[in-house]
């Protein structure tokens, strides 16, 4: 359990801050909201105590003899900033202290990560860009904005990105400190395959495998936090896209690589996470497939799909990173590690994120622990947490290594 302090500016977003506050508390955190005054124009303060279990306020006048200005910041092991508005950032940047939030961010020692948003034209004016610049370059995360549907018929950069992202993301905050999203991905083009791909044997049967695509998701969802432009080539996976995240959706092995080589065109980094079938039924039956039929088989006939990542490699242009993943058991032949280095020199990419699955571990739970081999020879091990704090883990490995 963490102690969280989820400072709420006065924007339309802020409702969203309420569910912002559930996913925290369901993660078992124990949440303070600071509101400005301004944000409980949107929100009443009971709906953020009831949520929260604990008092709200406002301003530095309440609770004077537990100096609140001072303690709220100074404990807490995480402050979420959630909306950021124009005006939030612009105070923070300027180290005022005209209410209890910006106190709070004054005396705050840990990580804060500011949520920006706000109207299309005031997230780009130059003041509140050189606010954000400021602020990061201070140490704290400025998540940037999601693009789509404003308040008012308007779309642009500008949106809050869905709680669910924002809380995911607190997690990698909360493991490896605020440089786990450095904007270091800024101006980078990432491409993601995430998910199984479904090799069909009739209309509706098809060989599938276990992937869940949360580790992809995580992988996607990390990137563009840390400023990226990324592509999530999805094969079957059914949740809702990350923020700041293009989702291509493939079925077969055979669609995944059409759409993987072509987002790759102009790609910095591809990361091949997806669980692609390495075989599909030789024939697919145009209609469904009966028992008793004449057509009823005996055996399922197999060939091999094309191998994506290894596609990859040998059209690999100077300067781009592949990365492969490989989920690996150990058995009489050897422990993971060692079938991993054997994958990675086979498969020729630059880094392999191994898994160990032994016992079933890892396929769609939302923990994960991995080691990220180099062709260097170099591993990283990436400390059991949850799936965006490995991904973090990932990136921090590739970022080094881009030129
Ligand atoms: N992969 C791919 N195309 C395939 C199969 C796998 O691009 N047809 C990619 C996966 O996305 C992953 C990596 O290759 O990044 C490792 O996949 P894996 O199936 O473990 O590799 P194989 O060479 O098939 O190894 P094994 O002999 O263990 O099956």
């Given at each position: 359990m963490s102690r969280i302090v989820l400072g709420v500016s006065g924007g339309v977003a802020a409702y969203k801050a309420a569910l912002l506050l559930r996913a925290f508390t369901e993660a078992g955190h124990d949440v303070r909201v600071v509101p400005t005054p301004a944000a409980l124009h949107f929100v009443g303060a009971a709906t953020f105590e009831a949520l929260s279990g604990n008092p709200v306020t406002t301003d530095v006048w309440s609770d004077v003899d537990e100096v609140a200005h001072v303690r709220i910041g100074q404990t807490a092991d995480l402050v979420v900033v959630a909306p950021a508005t124009a005006d939030l950032l612009a105070r923070a940047a300027a180290g005022r202290a005209d209410d209890l939030l910006t106190a709070t961010l004054l005396t705050a020692h840990c990580p804060v990560v500011f949520v920006p948003a706000m109207h299309t034209e005031m997230w780009l004016h130059p003041a509140t860009q050189d606010n954000v610049a400021t602020l990061r370059r201070r140490g704290s995360v400025v998540l940037p904005p999601a693009v789509g549907r404003l308040t008012g018929p308007d779309s642009g950069p500008g949106r809050l990105p869905e709680p669910a992202d924002v809380a995911a993301l607190a997690t990698v905050v909360l493991a490896g400190g605020a440089g786990a999203l450095a904007p270091d991905l800024a101006g980078r083009r990432v491409v993601i395959s995430a998910g199984g791909t479904r090799e069909p044997l009739d209309p509706v049967r098809y060989l599938g495998n276990r992937s869940s695509g949360k580790q992809g998701w995580a992988l996607a969802r990390v990137a563009a936090a840390r400023g990226a432009q990324v592509v999530l080539v999805a094969a079957n996976v059914e949740l809702p896209a990350p923020f700041g995240v293009r989702v291509v959706p493939a079925g077969t092995a055979e669609d995944l690589r059409t759409a993987v080589l072509a987002e790759a065109a102009d790609a910095d980094v591809v990361v091949m996470a997806a669980a692609v079938a390495d075989f599909r039924p030789a024939t697919v039956a145009g209609t469904k497939l009966k028992k008793g039929s004449a057509a009823e088989p005996s055996a399922v006939p197999l060939v091999r799909n094309p191998d994506v990542l290894a596609e990859l490699v040998a059209e690999r242009r100077a300067g781009r990173l592949v990365v492969g993943f490989a989920a690996e058991t150990g058995d009489a032949d050897g422990d993971v590690l060692a079938h991993a280095r054997a994958k990675l020199a086979r498969k020729g990419c630059d880094l392999l994120v191994v898994n160990?699955?032994?016992?079933?571990?890892?396929?769609?739970?939302s923990d994960n622990a991995a080691v990220v081999l180099a062709a260097d020879g170099t591993a990283t091990e990436l400390a059991e947490g949850s799936k965006d704090a490995v991904a973090a883990g990932v990136w921090s490995t590739v970022v080094p290594r881009l030129s």
């Open positions: 160990d699955v032994s016992g079933g571990r890892v396929f769609g739970r």
